[in-house]
Nanobody, 126 residues
């Protein structure tokens, strides 16, 4: 069982940066692939990035390469999402999620994740 709590969201001006955190409970955090998804108003939730539990291999949505950086600190049971050069279209609720096992999609599918946090709101003003 893993419980996830996101933090670090807020109101930021376009061009700014944020680092979102996802704190996990449970002793097996290091065995889970961690992912970030986001849901903008009126849109479906979409994949942003994921990082595997071993070798720390990262995956990104094609549209977000370069501005987003996912990382994790297994000693702190925490995953991070750094977002630079924020745009108004980045406004969304950002969710972290935990998956166990292998993936054929690069962990881009929601069904691959067993645990989800409640989300943290990011609002980017123009």
């Amino acid at each position: 069982q893993v419980q996830l709590v996101e933090s670090g969201g807020g109101l930021v001006q376009a061009g700014g940066s944020l680092r979102l955190s996802c704190a996990a409970s449970g002793r097996t955090f290091s065995m889970y692939t961690m992912g970030w998804f986001r849901q903008a108003p009126g849109k479906e939730r979409e994949f942003v990035a994921a990082i595997t539990w071993s070798r720390y291999i990262s995956y990104y949505a094609d549209s977000e390469k370069g501005r987003f950086t996912i990382s994790r600190d297994n000693a702190r049971n925490t995953a991070y999402l750094q977002i630079n050069s924020l745009k108004p279209e980045d406004t969304a609720v950002y969710y972290c999620a935990a998956a166990i096992g292998t993936s054929s999609s690069g962990y881009k599918e929601e069904y691959e994740y067993s645990y989800w946090g409640q989300g943290t709101q990011v609002i980017v003003s123009s």
